[in-house]
């Protein structure tokens, strides 16, 4: 009889339930208490896993955290410990600790899921839900577009007539939800590339288009630019992949699927989609040629922005790069003429310039760049299937988010960022411990 390891056990109720919690990050206040939104089901898993964590070291006195992406977990803990000092000099305390306490939060989310998939299995279970989650959140946006459906969480709820255009589905606004969107759209479109199954194919290419009708409906220009840039990333890391099919069938329909896309989005953005002929498209939401009126006359979604970037240069350059502290960016540009009632950056860069300081931005973009560079490595070189889909969107991913993050007005809460750091530092340590091991990946 096999004998009962109640250490093994316990190790397995916090790694799944850590894997379950991904996708609980996304649904967010949608999965809550009724009536009581900050009562989330992400919430309540997060205390309980980490209270679960806590029991675990203490009982066995020890942590072993031998990992393959030490460096990245490194900077995270630094960025995080400096968040908190930087309280000191932050003039409005309540947001300081109310933005430490999300980073915190955040970061563990992206390092915690570096231990809980460090194997295939929970790598493949935890795609699987977060996956199904886009699927229902494309499924929520369609219903908002067919009718009135509306989530008690979206800020569209109560609003007049001419905001009811726009989808939100599980997020509070239209440009998270295109961000997200934008985030997911790559596995859908690498799969093409990497499965060998129609079965598996055909519903990732009408998932696919589906992506593309909800994206319109939110009118998000900066994601738009996100999936121009993405789309040949994912092409070159697939052309340069080592031991891609050869199978003709496999590039054509990829290939072909992400020109379908471009050219439905173009034809939506013109209102020649039957299904898309509503009188704000290509009007005023997806035009580009506004902005520059709009910055010249400091007007208009252009406009603002400019002002917001040149607040935020001002802040930096007055804090002496220290950056104005954690979560103080909004206090400080709200006092700056012009941007009294948008005063949300829109910008994550600047926004961890700005309270972070020159060191923490530094430090972010090595972070990132590294990220980038060992997916593409991954991607590149990797032989199993799943690891290179993920690898491969990952990157396709990130690299659009380095515009796409020009979309919501902070990323500090939004779960589907970190959950992609940490899927992407999960890949990176599978494959990094395949190759020390000099083994099939496991």
Not at 111 to 116: H, K, P, Q, R, S
Not at 124 to 140: D, E, H, N, P
Not at 318 to 334: C, F
Request: with cysteine.
């Amino acid at each position: 009889m096999r004998r009962f390891d109640s250490r093994i056990t316990f190790l397995e109720v916090l790694r799944w339930g850590f894997v379950l919690m991904l996708p609980a990050a996304v649904l967010g206040s949608v999965a809550a208490w009724p009536g009581l939104r900050t009562l989330s089901a992400f919430r309540v898993l997060y205390v309980s896993l980490g209270l679960g964590t806590v029991a675990w070291i203490l009982y066995r006195r020890s942590l072993s955290l031998r990992t393959n992406v030490t460096p990245f977990l490194l900077f995270l803990a630094l960025w995080t410990a400096w968040t908190f000092v930087s309280l000191i000099w932050a003039e409005d305390k309540a947001a300081g600790i109310r933005y430490a306490i999300f980073l915190t939060m955040m970061a563990s989310l992206s390092a915690g899921t570096v231990l809980a998939i460090d194997n295939v299995k929970t790598l493949r279970a935890a795609l699987l839900l977060l996956v199904a989650v886009f699927g229902a959140s494309l499924a929520i946006a369609l219903l908002e577009i067919a009718s009135d459906f509306r989530l008690p969480t979206s800020g569209l709820v109560g609003l007049p007539d001419r905001y009811q255009w726009a989808v939100t589905s599980f997020f509070y606004n239209q440009n998270d939800f295109a961000t997200y969107i934008a985030l997911w759209l790559p596995f859908l479109l690498a799969m093409p590339f990497v499965a060998r199954r129609v079965s598996v194919v055909l519903p990732a290419v009408v998932c696919a288009f589906l992506s593309a009708i909800c994206l319109l409906y939110t009118g998000s220009r900066t994601n738009l630019l996100a999936l121009v840039v993405m789309a040949p990333a994912m092409l070159a890391v697939l052309a340069l992949r080592r031991g891609t099919s050869s199978k003709r069938w496999q590039w054509v329909m990829g290939i072909a699927l992400l020109f379908a896309v471009a050219c439905f989005l173009f034809l939506g953005i013109r209102g020649e989609v039957p299904l898309m002929r509503l009188p704000w498209l290509g009007v005023q939401h997806w035009r580009f040629d506004t902005l520059e009126t709009e910055i010249d006359e400091g007007s208009g979604s252009g406009g603002t922005r400019i002002k917001l970037i040149e607040g935020a240069v001002r802040l930096s350059l007055d804090s002496g790069l220290l950056g104005v502290g954690a979560g103080n960016a909004e206090y400080h540009l709200r006092q700056i003429p012009g941007l009294e009632k948008v005063y949300n950056l829109h910008n994550w860069w600047l926004e961890v310039l700005v309270n972070g300081g020159a060191l923490v931005f530094v430090g972010y973009l090595a972070f990132y760049a590294a990220l980038l560079w060992s997916l593409f490595r991954v991607a590149r070189d990797t032989q199993d299937g799943l690891t290179a889909l993920a690898a491969t969107s990952l990157f396709a991913a990130l690299v659009g988010y380095i515009l796409g993050s020009l979309s919501p007005s902070s990323a500090i809460h939004f779960t589907p960022m970190w959950i992609h750091f940490g899927l992407s530092l999960a890949v990176i340590n599978l494959h990094r411990a395949h190759e020390a091991d000099g083994g099939p990946v496991a």
